[in-house]
């Protein structure tokens, strides 16, 4: 069974610009998760998506930062204008279910922003 | 709100020696989920076990083992005979029963010498 898929692995840009990045869930699991990881930290979740409907968005900064999972399946993640602090991994998780236990991670984007 | 609480930062041993890496967290809920999720290099997380907080039985599997105590709010995961693939930062993380969040402790990093 292939796992969660991200790309890119890595991107470096410069403050202000705008970056977007891409998730493939596992096929079949309707629950999809981005979270933020700070270097020295631990995840933090961003948003996390039932299907094609947002659950829950309180962690993200709605004024910078938008996601979308139009069809239910992959999504994407951008930020628009970017800021120095916004540099940390953005790792995308999914499980067959929202109370389901175990969320399964992809390998994670490392954004630098210079 | 949950809290997860890992103190130590980071552990050097050299292989063949037990590791155990502490925990502690803060809920108000009476029943929840704990878990532990490896970090190697390549930069996904990897879930290791899980541990309901109704069942405070201890349990080995392979080389991993963990200590719940709901007593001390405490849970201790420990690596016996420590080999250098286990290299990486461990999280422990905990989620209410009916909720999804999964918060994280900010790791320990474990470094493992050949």
């Known amino acids: 069974e292939a796992g969660v898929a991200q790309s890119p692995r890595y991107k470096i840009i410069e403050k202000r610009q705008s970056v977007a990045f891409w998730c493939n869930p596992i096929?079949?699991?309707?629950?999809l998760y981005w979270y933020q990881q700070i270097l020295g930290q631990g995840p933090k979740l961003l948003i996390q998506f039932q299907n094609n409907g947002v659950v829950d968005d309180s962690q993200l900064p709605k004024d910078r930062f938008s996601a979308e999972r139009l069809k239910g399946v992959d999504s994407t993640l951008k930020i628009q204008p970017a800021k120095l602090e916004d540099s940390a991994v953005y790792l995308c998780a999914s499980t067959p279910g929202s109370t389901y236990n175990e969320q399964f991670f992809g390998p994670g984007t490392r954004l630098t922003v210079l | 709100a949950q809290k997860v609480t890992q103190a130590q930062t980071e552990i050097s041993v050299v292989e063949k020696e037990d590791v155990t890496l502490d925990c502690v967290y803060e809920?108000?809920?009476?029943?929840?989920?704990l878990f532990w999720y490896k970090q190697p290099p390549s930069g996904e997380l990897v879930f290791l076990i899980r541990?309901?907080?109704?069942?405070?039985q201890n349990e080995i599997s392979g080389r991993y083992s963990w200590n719940f105590q709901k007593s001390t709010s405490s849970f201790n995961f420990t690596i016996t005979a420590s080999q250098v693939v286990d290299s990486a930062v461990y999280f422990c993380a905990l989620r209410p029963l009916n909720d999804y969040k999964l918060s994280f402790g900010a790791g320990t990093t474990v470094t493992v010498r050949a």
């Open positions: 541990r309901n907080s109704f069942d405070e």
């Open positions: 809920t108000r809920d009476t029943t929840y989920y």
């Open positions: 096929s079949g699991h309707a629950t």
